[in-house]
DNA sequence: TTTTTCAGTGAACAGTTGTTGACAATCGAA
DNA sequence: TTCGATTGTCAACAACTGTTCACTGAAAAA
């Protein structure tokens, strides 16, 4: 497992009971407390693009030289984020396979799950949709990968599921991209709605379901033959 | 018209014949400089998020102070791009306005057409695209105000074709932004791909092709009672 | 025990950043 | 022609940037 615990994601380095611990996890701890300060500061509205190393290191309540021991580049902390981010979107998929195809309502009850996703992995998805066509180059083709990996394993268990059985493999994974495209940019309107506006968040959750349905419609009735 | 001549993009500023314009030309041209300067060092991989002010005025061919007589911010330069990417856009539109339905692979042929604008209008594109979840957020939602303005325009255009007779106007919309989005994530995949493979161009020109497709295929038979 | 390894520190560097104020040149109106 | 307005320049500033080096202290290895 890669991914941090990541308890207390705020405290610069735990200035509480920490010399006790062997010299490995307290390398680990202040390199997390490093990728939070990252997705700290990207919360409070800057890209990652231009965060820059001192300003991480403040954050994370460690002097800028210590930067050094860990990564050797803002980018690379930006790679290893990729690749949590990467683990999260397994994790989704995972849960989903777990849950099986809800037989009733299965398109709404599916937005739903990913909007309580998105909103309980606010960070990874804020960076991904954000560096996702803004990020610097070697950042953005790293996290196509992963969004082209995680269609390609999307298409897998919906061929399992079996739910568009008329469907080429080629065909089938064009719709799970069209999916993925659209909940990915769908997350930006989730993480960017003000809190607490019950009306607006269903008229959003409708629109995101009618999308979604109008997509698995089309499917339905897609000819390969005729394209 | 608020859109620039800019005939020679990556000049500092004309240092040609240029002491014989009237004041307002010449202040037109710096600021155009500004504007191409910020543009150009985004076609080389940079976010515009990451520019800086000195940055902007040393490509520009201009002493940086001179960037305040034109500009408060950088983030006022930026909401002067949101605007004219906004024109860039609309114009796309009255152009397919004007060249009206082709009854003979519709769908194709206006791929086909949105690529080679996109191509054409590169550097606007190129920052819609890069902005639009990545940036500041007072850019951010710049960029979706004049996106939304779009889809509205988008959808007025599609219910006067009546391609969609049976749609209701909230549902029509719904499968324009869907266009959209997909269109506008469509422009990073053209974007991107290295120039002179003709094989893989095709691949994605299906791949498009197919996903607007879908999306036609799903909204006409899409019945707004049973939603 | 002694020795080695190594995460974190502190001071210093050259370079860059955004912003200021005073100044020169020149266009356009009086 | 005179004069105010305005575009661009120059010099300077404090603050900040990424990166280096030598150093400390403690955990791990011998």
Redesign the pocket.
């Known amino acids: 497992m890669t991914a941090r615990s990541r308890s207390a994601p705020e405290s610069p ?1 735990g200035a509480d009971e920490d ?6 996890q ?2 680990q ?3 997390d407390a490093l990728i939070d300060a990252a997705l700290q500061l990207m919360n409070e509205g800057r890209s990652f693009n231009s ?8 954050v994370a ?10 990564f ?3 980018n690379e902390l930006g790679l290893v984020l990729v690749e949590e981010s990467g683990l999260t979107l397994r994790r989704m998929l995972r849960e989903a396979r777990r849950a099986g195809a809800p037989v009733k309502d299965m398109i709404r009850r599916s937005v739903q799950v990913y909007k309580a996703f998105v909103l309980s992995n606010r960070l990874h998805f804020l960076f991904v949709a954000g560096e996702r066509s803004g990020g610097s180059p070697v950042i953005r083709s790293a996290i196509r990968n992963e969004v082209d990996q995680f269609i390609d394993e999307m298409t897998s268990d919906l061929r399992h599921l079996a739910i568009f059985p008329k469907l080429s493999p080629e065909s089938l994974r064009m719709v799970c991209e069209l999916v993925v495209n659209t909940m990915l940019h769908a997350a930006t309107d989730i993480l960017d709605l003000p809190p607490g506006d019950q009306a607006l968040a269903k008229l959003q959750e409708d629109n995101h379901v009618h999308q979604v349905r109008l997509i698995f419609l089309g499917a339905q009735l897609w000819r390969d033959e005729a394209n």
């Open positions: 380095v010399e006790l611990l062997p010299r490995g307290r390398k701890r202040t390199r965060l820059g190393l001192r300003e991480i290191t403040r309540g460690v002097v800028p030289t210590s930067f050094y021991r860990h050797k580049d803002t």
